[in-house]
């Protein structure tokens, strides 16, 4: 089993940054793809961006480019996200997600992966 763990939600104002930090644990015996989807109230969970395992490749939705930036952490399936000029549409529960596989081409629905953390709440406050 694999374990999956967010932290650095927050509350920060608009224009303001947060950093989100996601570690997997367990029965991580490959190098994981990793992903962020985020859910609002009252929305469907939605992807934000995703890595593939070495960190080569990486993907963004539309709605976070040239604001969101994911990164693979020095320890093995870590991952960042790093988010600047935050919006108040922004505002959701943050979730980190891990795949099977180490390639995140494609992998942007939730069936894509398999293994889920808690999440975890930023705000952004107008």
């Known amino acids: 089993q694999v374990q999956v763990e967010e932290s650095g939600g927050g509350v920060v104002q608009t224009g303001g940054s947060l950093r989100l930090s996601c570690a997997a644990s367990g029965r991580t015996s490959s190098s994981l793809a990793m992903g962020w989807f985020r859910q609002a109230p009252g929305n469907e969970r939605e992807f934000v961006a995703a890595?593939?395992?070495?960190?080569?490749?990486?993907y963004l939705a539309d709605s976070v480019k040239g604001r969101f930036t994911i990164s693979r952490g020095n320890a093995k399936n870590t991952v960042y996200l790093q988010m600047n000029s935050l919006k108040p549409e922004d505002t959701a529960v943050y979730y980190c997600?891990?795949?099977?596989?180490?390639?995140?081409?494609?992998?942007?629905?939730?069936?894509?992966?398999?293994?889920w953390g808690q999440g975890t709440q930023v705000t952004v406050s107008s």
């Open positions: 890595i593939n395992w070495n960190g080569a490749s990486t």
């Open positions: 997600a891990c795949r099977n596989s180490g390639v995140a081409l494609g992998a942007r629905s939730t069936n894509d992966y398999n293994y």
